[in-house]
């Protein structure tokens, strides 16, 4: 797992380790024959420990970042089931605002994710997303008034800044 600088502010500490997690998760499917969703999943919590070993964050904060890795993994694998466009769609915006290594992991995440869905042929909902949440890349559209959120690294959902509304989801196409 790559060490990340030490961080001054707490929400940048949480995306950073949301792209260890994705990292490790990731690193340790290259080595296994079936690298299906399920197997992600339990991987990403093989990578908590690893996160947690390291000191840095609480075991809430861990198990936070985990669900919502999964949940932003669900999500962009329902999108690409539902509407046979890719990951990049999903997104909301360029590719290139990312940085080169969290879009691979990512894109590769996903597309495991995307088997599951496919092989199980559920139709998962996507989960919402809520202020104070940790989200990884894309566009989150304020329930209430339709505002964008733009994120091009993992990071906390602050409320809207047009209603300061609470409840967002994510943006398809």
């Known amino acids: ?7 001054k502010d707490p929400v940048e500490l949480i995306g ?7 990292e490790s998760a990731i690193d340790d499917a290259r080595e296994l024959e079936d690298k299906t969703g399920p197997v992600l999943h339990q991987l990403i919590d093989k990578a908590r420990q690893k996160l947690s070993d390291m000191g840095e964050l609480t075991a809430e904060e861990i198990d936070q970042i985990s669900e919502y890795l999964k949940r932003d993994l669900r999500d962009a694998a329902n999108y690409v089931v539902e509407t046979g466009e890719d990951v ?12 080169d290594r969290l879009r691979e992991l990512f894109i590769q995440a996903a597309d495991q ?14 989960a919402g997303y809520h202020t104070g949440e940790i989200t990884g890349p894309g566009t989150l559209v304020c329930d209430g008034c339709g505002e964008e959120l733009h994120f091009y690294k993992p990071g906390r959902i ?3 800044p047009k209603c300061h509304g609470t409840s967002f989801h994510r943006k398809s196409a």
């Open 158 to 160: 602050p409320p809207c």
């Open 88 to 99: 990049k769609t999903w997104l909301g915006f360029d590719l290139s605002l990312i940085a």
């Open 113 to 126: 994710t995307t088997i599951e869905l496919q092989q199980l042929q559920e139709q998962a909902e996507a």
């Open 16 to 22: 950073q380790a949301y792209e260890r997690l994705l």
């Open 1 to 7: 797992m790559k060490d990340l600088p030490d961080p």
